[in-house]
């Protein structure tokens, strides 16, 4: 897919609400060889997502082997509206507690004081730095089920109307 598609799907405002939430999930493939799909808190900075994870979990062997990745970054209501991401994770250790990681836990209902509490509790625990996991999209789609379909059904559809 070409850069400018992408840019242009996710520049639509249904994706940029979408990429305006805090959990996606994480396809990827792990060191067993099996797939796995982790909801995870990401950060989205107009050109790429970020997200942060102890320097000790297991996807970051499993990225570092096999960096291809996909994500999906949906709602909960009927009809669902649905982003699709692919592209390569790069991993990026760090020292202390990134910006993006504190960045894409805004939007959980805490009061000012809770909000406090957490990011100490978060800087205790994060001592040995985190690694921000930080994803550029090679490949988007964006479904509605009004204006856009999965594939699969935009053929029934197609076959449907003798086309």
Known sequence: ???TTVAEILDR???RELLARDLTRLAYVAADGTPRN???AFSWNGTE???CTPPNAPKLAALRAHPAVALTIDTEVHPPAILLIRGRAELDRVDGIPAEFLEA???YEM???QRVEWEAG???LYTDGMVRVVVTPTWAKLIDFETTLPSAVEELVRRQAGQ
Request: no cysteine; net charge negative; proline share 19%.
């Open 1 to 3: 897919m070409e850069p």
């Open 13 to 15: 405002p249904l994706s």
């Open 38 to 40: 982790v909801p995870i």
């Open 49 to 51: 997502i970020v997200m």
């Open 105 to 107: 836990n805004t939007t």
């Open 111 to 113: 009061t000012p004081e």
């Open 122 to 124: 978060v800087r205790a």
